[in-house]
């Protein structure tokens, strides 16, 4: 009998043990810190290089264009430089450039090219210039909406201004393999609250409609830093 008590304790013993240990393991699994690589500065349907400015700036602006829109082409001529000079060559902010496919058919196309000048490194380079041959078009009387600077016949000439490769990139525009990622970003510009139109901005987690002059900009940053 006392044999058997003895027994009968020593498992009961090995059972606690064991559940001890297995509650030690599920504590570190739920408490413990995990070494995962994730990448903050890139958001739904976004490459990687679609910033101006540093991206450990302590503020980000986001900006959400059509490569359309005759008021993203003011905000990018009269706006973006001074916002460049003050805040984003000095550190204090970065920006990011998000397409959609809001305005005329060719807004998804120009996108697309955008998703593709990226591939060479060039999106950023990409947007300036199609933002300026949309500048020469209304400066000679051509609307946004009759432009055909996005057609598949003339975007290839804006792989020639930033000097990238016209064949590779046509044929990455003609193959549509960026079109979800459009469409990701769009969507998510159509989720926002309060927006009417583009361009729109986020900084500090607030909206901004339309071409806002620089005072409204500088007091947004300012409010953030």
């Known amino acids: 009998m006392t044999r058997d008590r003895r027994k009968n304790g020593l498992i009961w013993l090995l059972i606690l043990l064991i559940v001890t240990a297995l509650l030690g393991i599920i504590?570190?699994?739920?408490?413990?810190?995990?070494?995962?690589?994730?990448?903050k500065n890139n958001q739904t349907g976004q490459i990687?290089?679609?910033?101006?400015?540093?991206?450990?700036?302590p503020v980000m602006i986001t900006e959400y264009a059509d490569l359309m829109c005759s008021s993203c082409v003011e905000f990018h001529e009269k706006t973006l430089p001074q916002v460049q000079q003050n805040y984003i060559d000095t550190g204090k902010a970065?920006?990011?450039?998000?397409?959609?496919?809001?305005?005329?058919?060719?807004?998804?196309?120009?996108?697309?090219?955008?998703?593709?000048?990226?591939?060479?490194?060039?999106y950023i380079e990409y947007i300036d210039a199609a933002f300026a041959e949309l500048s020469e078009e209304r400066a000679r009387?051509?609307?946004?909406?009759?432009?055909?600077?996005?057609?598949?016949?003339?975007i290839g000439d804006l792989a020639d201004t930033i000097e990238i490769d016209r064949q590779k990139f046509e044929a990455c525009v003609s193959s549509g393999k960026y079109k979800s990622k459009v469409a990701s970003v769009t969507t998510e510009f159509?989720?926002?609250?309060?927006?009417?139109?583009?361009?729109?901005?986020i900084i500090d987690g607030k909206g901004y409609n339309g071409a806002a002059p620089y005072a409204i900009f500088k007091a947004a940053i300012d409010a953030a830093l």
């Open 190 to 201: 159509d989720e926002l609250e309060k927006v009417y139109g583009t361009p729109h901005f």
């Open 94 to 122: 970065t920006i990011r450039l998000k397409l959609v496919n809001k305005i005329a058919p060719d807004s998804l196309q120009a996108a697309e090219g955008a998703q593709c000048a990226a591939e060479e490194d060039k």
């Open 48 to 57: 990687s290089n679609d910033q101006i400015g540093s991206k450990d700036a």
């Open 27 to 39: 504590y570190v699994a739920g408490n413990g810190e995990a070494e995962i690589s994730v990448d």
């Open 141 to 154: 009387g051509i609307s946004a909406y009759e432009t055909t600077i996005y057609s598949s016949g003339r």
